[in-house]
Structures are given as structure tokens and as C-alpha cells.
């Protein structure tokens, strides 16, 4: 009779087997399937991100220039992604005027003084993704991949600014 050790499997061994692998391998393939998905979405927010940076980097460039875009929505296509910016009015939440001292209490120059332009531009960039069947949805309908919040000067409100401020230099006020 042949020892144990060089006995062949039985059966039941190999059938319990072929059981075991049947339940752990769709777990297996199951992690793998998410980690892929994973990495595409990761990809997918890097490259938005990246386009976020970029096209908030060309406004804040135009604003140092003088070439400011102008006040809006707009929406355009890079890469397959949809970018949406908004350029808009940011309110301060005090008053703000070109005398420094018009807000003196009981200041003659109070009655005088001029509310300043509203200088500072709120810059909103969002991207989304194309949408495959040409219909958009409003982009507050859907999350954004990457969105970015920058804050610019107006460069024409603050040249007036400085002129004004400078007139009253002039003038010994």
C-alpha cells in the first residue's frame, strides 16, 4: 500500500479547491476592477485640476496686462473637459471711498467724498466633464472635477483710484 505523501489528491480535496479559488477570485478581480476606476478618476481630476490652474493663471495674467476679460459666464471645451468661469463684482463689506478720511465723524469731506468703482473681480473656474450627448445641464447641476477661486484688481478702477488719491495729494488735503 502506497504512503500517505505519495497519494494523489482526492475528489473532494480538489473540488473544495476549485470552491475556494471560485470565491476568491471575483473578490480579487472585483479590487482590481475599483482600483483601475480609481486610477481614472484620480487621472481625470489631476488633468482638470491642471486645466483649472492654467486657465485661472491666463485671467490673473490678463488682469496684470490690462486686458481684464470681461465681466460673465463663459464656457468653453479643452481636452475633453468643460470649462465654465465666471468673472464677477466682488462686493467689499465696508465702504470703501477714495478719501481716507471722509469716514471721520463729523468730517466736512464726508458729504465729498466719492464711492470708489468696484475694484476687486471674483474669478470662479470650474471643470466639468463634457457632457457625451451635447446636452449640458447648468454647470451648478453637476460636480465640478476641479474648481479654483481667485480674487483679481480691476486694473482701470484702480488707475482711477490712484489718480484720484493722487489729485488730493496735490491739492494739500
Known amino acids: 500500500m502506497p504512503k500517505r505523501s505519495e497519494r494523489a489528491f482526492t475528489l473532494i480535496e480538489v ?7 471560485g470565491i476568491v477570485y471575483p ?3 472585483t479590487w ?3 482600483g483601475i476606476r480609481s486610477e481614472g478618476n484620480s487621472r481625470r481630476r489631476l488633468e482638470a ?3 483649472a490652474d492654467k486657465r485661472l493663471a491666463d ?10 476679460p470681461q465681466l460673465g459666464l463663459t ?4 481636452d475633453g473637459y468643460r470649462l ?5 463684482e466682488y462686493e467689499f463689506p465696508l465702504a470703501i471711498t477714495t478719501d481716507p478720511f471722509a469716514d471721520e465723524a463729523g ?9 470708489t468703482p468696484n475694484l476687486l473681480r471674483r474669478i470662479v473656474v470650474r471643470v466639468l466633464l463634457r457632457q457625451e450627448n451635447g446636452q449640458a445641464d447648468g454647470p451648478e447641476d453637476e460636480p465640478a472635477l476641479a474648481e479654483r477661486v481667485s480674487f483679481a484688481w480691476d486694473t482701470d478702477a484702480v488707475s482711477f483710484l490712484t489718480g484720484g488719491l493722487a489729485g488730493l495729494a496735490e491739492d494739500g488735503q
Not at 488682469?63 to 481684464?68: D, E, H, M, S, V
Not at 465654465?84 to 464677477?88: D, I
Open 84 to 88: 465654465v468661469t465666471l468673472v464677477e
Open 75 to 78: 464656457e468653453t471645451t479643452e
Open 107 to 115: 468730517s466736512p469731506r464726508a458729504a465729498e467724498a466719492t464711492e
Open 27 to 29: 473578490i480579487i478581480i
Open 59 to 68: 485671467i490673473e495674467i490678463a488682469f496684470i496686462n490690462g486686458t481684464a
Open 15 to 21: 473540488l473544495g479547491a476549485i470552491a475556494l479559488l
Open 32 to 34: 482590481a476592477g475599483q
Open 49 to 51: 485640476s491642471l486645466i
